[in-house]
């Protein structure tokens, strides 16, 4: 029996920070999710996404229905680090970083002595006639003109592993000089001082507080009609680009265009007005797709479906 | 509208579905005159509280054969629910496999679309 998956839950949404975990949900279980992670720096990132994995409060719902994941309050889920615990990572990123400069060092070594190893022979050609083109002028009197492309001085190297005692607020560990990355690692399953509590179910998950889906008619139509469709082996999106509430899709989104955009309708006699069959029908039959008007019965817990395509004439 | 000429086939069912008349009358002279369809009879859909239309829409060169289909006719200005689509096609002896609801504004537009039960993928 595989371990369940764990969603991390932080402000009642549930999150999938581990790749594996990932592509497991996404290759055995069909639930896609969407990615959020975005880098601090950069500005108007809205095309390449990383982790965190968000997934809708539909696919959480179902995957702890199913056995599948549990939910984890992740805030409470990171302890404060124990004196010795936090030593260890301080040296483990210490060690981490004065192997960053190290290599940087014999990389610059390797340079210095071997100046022309990087460049392509067509480079190397032009700087030798540079080369030539001013010690010519340089010996008939004339002015050095700058070359156009006169490669940038490489820069020298400091000897960085010259460690400066700086002010750390313990003292006890000095950070040395030269440049280096820090990495932060995305999950946080590997932090000693992570220890989650897992909620295996959806009622031990609502009575700990830290969740809450589905409370209204609505959410319990749209966790029906999202588990039908599943359970009929249809991977779900978002609908808001083609205005409903899913994109059906018949298999995996990265190979497939969706046949279907479903609007959930939360009970048989909820009011329905003829211009949305207008509004969904055309935009559907527009985008080669139909739409599909999902009715969830409260009493009977049945899905059933209703395909609404413009009819070509008229 | 009693002079129309529509109005003998349709008397009976205006009568008895005043509500709906409005739409009932723009939809069967819309199929009748506009669209061609032939062989057009009106149908009582109780269920549904208002008449149908059924008839032999023109073939197209894309169409295998002649079809034979039900519209229900309704104003923009109305309320329905699923329920009541699910309604019409219980009501239709045999039961087809797909209706077409014909949605009427003020403005005498008429627009048809085609409704099926189940999920149904849209043509190629």
Same mark, same amino acid.
């Given at each position: ?81 124990? #004196? ?68 940038? #001085?490489?820069?020298? #190297? ?157 | ?124």
């Amino acid at each position: 029996m595989t371990q369940p998956i764990l969603l991390r839950v932080s402000n009642f949404k549930a999150y999938v920070w581990d790749v594996d975990d990932i592509n497991i949900l996404r290759s055995h279980h069909h639930i896609c999710g969407i990615l959020t992670g975005t880098l601090p720096h950069l500005s108007s990132q809205n095309i390449f996404l990383g982790l965190p994995l968000q997934l809708m409060p539909e696919e959480a719902v179902l995957l702890v229905e199913n056995g599948i994941a549990v939910l984890v309050d992740d805030p409470s889920a990171h302890h404060t680090p124990s #004196p010795s615990v936090l030593k260890s990572w301080k040296e483990a990123r210490l060690n981490d970083v004065r192997q960053q400069i190290a290599l940087t060092e014999e990389k610059g070594s390797i340079e210095a002595s071997n100046p022309d190893r990087a460049m392509s022979e067509n480079a190397k050609r032009k700087r030798k006639e540079r080369e030539e083109r001013r010690a010519r002028a340089k010996s008939d009197g004339v002015p050095c003109i700058p070359a156009e492309h006169s490669p940038s #001085p490489r820069p020298t #190297p400091e000897n960085p592993s010259q460690t400066t005692v700086g002010e750390t607020p313990d003292n006890t560990i000095a950070m040395p000089s030269g440049s280096y990355t820090v990495n932060i690692p995305a999950s946080s399953s590997k932090l000693e001082w992570y220890a989650p509590r897992s909620h295996i179910s959806l009622t031990i998950a609502r009575e700990a507080g830290i969740w809450l889906y589905p409370s209204t008619l609505q959410e319990r139509a749209r966790c029906g009609v999202f588990r039908d469709l599943w359970e009929k082996g249809y991977y779900m999106g978002g609908g808001i680009k083609f205005g409903g509430e899913y994109l059906v899709y018949p298999g995996d989104p990265l190979r497939y265009h969706s046949h279907f955009v479903a609007s959930v309708i939360e009970a048989p006699d909820a009011a329905l007005r003829p211009m949305e069959i207008v509004a969904h029908g055309r935009l559907g039959t527009g985008t080669k797709k139909a739409h599909l008007l999902c009715e969830w019965n409260d009493e009977t817990q049945v899905v059933s479906y209703l395909s609404v395509e413009w009819a070509g004439f008229g | 509208m009693q002079n129309h000429p529509s109005y003998p086939v349709l008397s009976q069912l205006l009568a008895k579905y005043p509500a709906t008349g409005g739409a009932l009358f723009q939809v069967y002279n819309d199929l009748t005159l506009a669209q061609r369809w032939t062989d057009v009879e009106v149908l009582d859909l109780p269920a549904c509280k208002r008449a149908a239309i059924k008839g032999q829409r023109p073939t197209t060169d894309t169409d295998r054969g002649p079809s034979i289909c039900v519209v229900v006719p309704c104003s923009l200005s109305e309320s329905i629910s699923t329920s009541w689509l699910r309604a019409a096609f219980t009501s239709l002896d045999p039961l087809p496999s797909e209706i077409y609801v014909a949605i009427t504004s003020e403005d005498t537009s008429t627009v048809y679309y085609k409704i099926s039960q189940g999920i149904v993928k849209p043509p190629v």
